[in-house]
């Protein structure tokens, strides 16, 4: 079940999903993906470094950018508007195959071909868990586009993923993003060289399916896969997959 909630406060999103989670811990809902985006904050995970948080508490407040700590596995992390978030409620353990790190995986999968089908080449970067932008012709610095942090109740997953849609990658100058000095934050409008009028409800519905095809077994016309980029080959179903953990 897909849910857009359209922009949401944080605090009030994060309560969302302990009520979500607790849900379906119960059985009283199925799996869910929470799709949203946030007021201007910055979100400092279990990895968190001092070094991360270029801008202080109070410079923060004084741009209206909200900071808080959370239980997610990652450094730190900027969220605005522009910026589409997903939350995946799902039991890991009833689908049969708690495995935090074949999650991490499908989720990048899942974000490769939704990339893919709006234009931009998806790509991994060994070690490095979160969408890059495949590009030959610039391959320095890697060009981050999506980043993903996720935490586990039992093996209800929550927290989830965050993609730059039309989001301005200067904004993340109040943060290392997830502590990455080496690399620079993109978006797909910047990929795409412009925003079209309807990028962001493309990339709604692109993300939407791209997730139903992974994880609901909804049939998906996939665009072709990039060469040499095994992690984001197209699937039509989940296949299995735990913690907290994100880069």
């Known amino acids: 079940m897909v849910e857009w909630l359209g922009r949401v406060p944080y605090a009030e999103a994060t309560a969302l999903q302990e009520r979500a989670v607790e849900e379906r811990r119960s059985g009283a809902t199925p799996d869910r993906l929470l799709l949203l985006e946030h007021p201007p904050v910055v979100t400092l995970?279990?990895?968190?470094?001092?070094?991360?948080?270029?801008?202080?508490?109070?410079?923060?407040?004084?741009?209206?950018?909200?900071?808080?700590?959370?239980?997610?596995?990652?450094?730190?992390?900027?969220?605005?508007?522009g910026q589409l978030v997903g939350y995946l409620i799902a039991d890991l353990a009833a689908r049969g195959e708690p495995d935090v790190h074949a999650y991490l995986r499908r989720l990048e999968v899942a974000l490769g071909r939704a990339l893919l089908r709006l234009g931009v080449r998806p790509r991994a970067l060994g070690g490095r868990t979160g969408v890059f932008v495949d590009d030959p012709a610039r391959p320095a610095p890697a060009r981050k586009i999506a980043s993903i942090g996720v935490g586990l109740r039992g093996w209800v997953t929550c927290h989830g993923f965050a993609l730059n849609v039309t989001l301005d990658p200067a904004e993340f100058a109040v943060i290392v993003p997830c502590g990455l000095r080496d690399v620079a934050m993109t978006s797909v409008a910047r990929e795409l060289g412009a925003a079209p009028p309807d990028l962001p409800e493309r990339a709604l519905r692109e993300v939407t399916a791209s997730f139903l095809a992974e994880f609901a077994r909804v049939d998906y016309s996939a665009a072709p896969c990039p060469d040499g980029s095994s992690r984001f080959v197209a699937r039509n179903a989940w296949a299995g997959s735990s913690g907290s953990t994100s880069r």
Do not use: K, N
């Open 45 to 81: 995970g279990r990895s968190f470094r001092r070094e991360s948080l270029v801008a202080s508490p109070a410079e923060l407040a004084g741009r209206g950018i909200e900071l808080f700590e959370v239980a997610r596995g990652g450094d730190a992390t900027y969220h605005a508007p």
